[in-house]
């Protein structure tokens, strides 16, 4: 009898609301009974507690506070491992986050799959030399996208694909049999979500349309840079809503009828893969790996990145012509079996199985 695998997944928690959490969480929730894989969390953002719980409220102490937090964690977690499981970012978050787990993974003799999901990986691997060692000291790095994987080669480093999960089942399909001027983006407001773009082209979505809606959930550094943006465009009818709960925000992409995003760097996004599994027609730039999931023409419409312009137009076509966004609504729906929990949970115990298969198991999980 196989035994059931112990694995640490070290990722953010839903603190720090983005894709990585958003994505740590569905693989948690998935995991929650299965036969085969116990699972738990080691947030790389533990909350100090004692002498250290009154630093987190001062931005530079918050830092050592969580990192004198984070390390002990990590030795107490990792033992009772089999594969610790890394989720990982770029730049400086890379050396705070993902380098202590694969470092004390190392000291206490696991195997490490580093989950790598930045978008940013061509700068960051082409400047960080550390980021280049660790990443091939590993014993695996598994990426959710061609684009990763290609970078990766660029500078030989192996990586195996495993795609990020939708939930069909929350994201249900909803037919747009008539389109209407209701927009929506879900990218945080960070710069290299470039959301300026996305509001100088419901600008003029919304010359043509005057009752054109847009609401946009997400938050970060460049609020209140957008919200400026927002009224010197003299906007009408823009929803900031903030963050939103992952189990919230389908509602959302059930009430849009176009998807928009104009990010200038993007790995696999989660937001297209939600967008197609609702039934929402996709305009987006053709950054980082966008393009490995979407097509051109059949699952979406793709635009350079910076071209207000072309978005606006991409979202008039679809206007224009309802039978080609049905078309490729339907079309975008079909690669959502991929991305399913059935086809992804297969290649996580494939490849957790064949990482542990050389080494002693850790002892079994309580029951």
């Known amino acids: 009898m196989v035994r059931r695998l112990n694995i640490a997944i070290v990722a953010p928690s839903m603190g720090i609301l983005g894709g990585q959490a958003i994505q740590a969480s569905r693989l948690l929730r998935s995991w929650r009974d299965d036969p085969d894989i116990h699972a738990w969390l080691v947030p790389i953002n533990p909350i100090p507690s004692g002498p250290l719980a009154g630093a987190v409220k001062i931005k530079y102490l918050r830092t050592v506070a969580t990192q004198l937090t984070y390390w002990p964690l990590l030795l107490k977690e990792l033992r009772k491992a089999d594969v610790v499981h890394v989720f990982s970012a770029s730049y400086f978050s890379f050396l705070l986050a993902p380098l202590p787990a694969v470092l004390i993974a190392r000291l206490l003799g696991k195997p490490v799959v580093m989950n790598y999901r930045s978008g940013e990986a061509p700068d960051h691997l082409k400047r960080s030399a550390v980021a280049r060692a660790t990443l091939r000291a590993v014993d695996q790095n598994a990426v959710p996208s061609r684009f990763l994987h290609d970078v990766f080669a660029a500078f030989g480093i192996g990586s195996e694909i495993i795609p990020n999960i939708v939930d069909v089942e929350r994201f249900r399909f909803r037919r747009r049999e008539r389109l209407r001027p209701r927009l929506l983006s879900t990218r945080n407001f960070e710069t290299l979500y470039n959301l300026p773009c996305t509001l100088r082209a419901f600008r003029l979505v919304q010359d043509r349309y005057p009752d054109a809606e847009l609401t946009l959930v997400g938050a970060g550094s460049q609020d209140a840079a957008l919200r400026r943006l927002a009224g010197e465009l003299r906007l009408e009818h823009v929803t900031f809503a903030g963050r939103v709960r992952p189990e919230e925000i389908w509602r959302y992409y059930a009430e849009a009828d176009i998807y928009l995003q104009t990010p200038d760097l993007d790995n696999m996004p989660s937001s297209v ?29 793709l635009v350079n990145c910076g071209d207000h312009q072309a978005a606006a137009d991409a979202v008039f076509r679809l206007l224009d012509d309802p039978a080609l966004a049905g078309r490729m609504a339907d079309a975008a729906l079909d690669t959502c079996s991929r991305y399913q929990w059935s086809s992804v949970r297969a290649q996580w115990v494939s490849l957790y199985r064949r990482m542990v298969r050389p080494r002693v198991i850790a002892a079994p999980t309580p029951a």
């Open 273 to 301: 893969l939600e967008a197609f599994a609702s039934g929402c027609p996709v305009v987006a730039t053709n950054a980082g790996g966008v393009p490995a999931i979407l097509t051109d023409g059949l699952h979406g419409l």
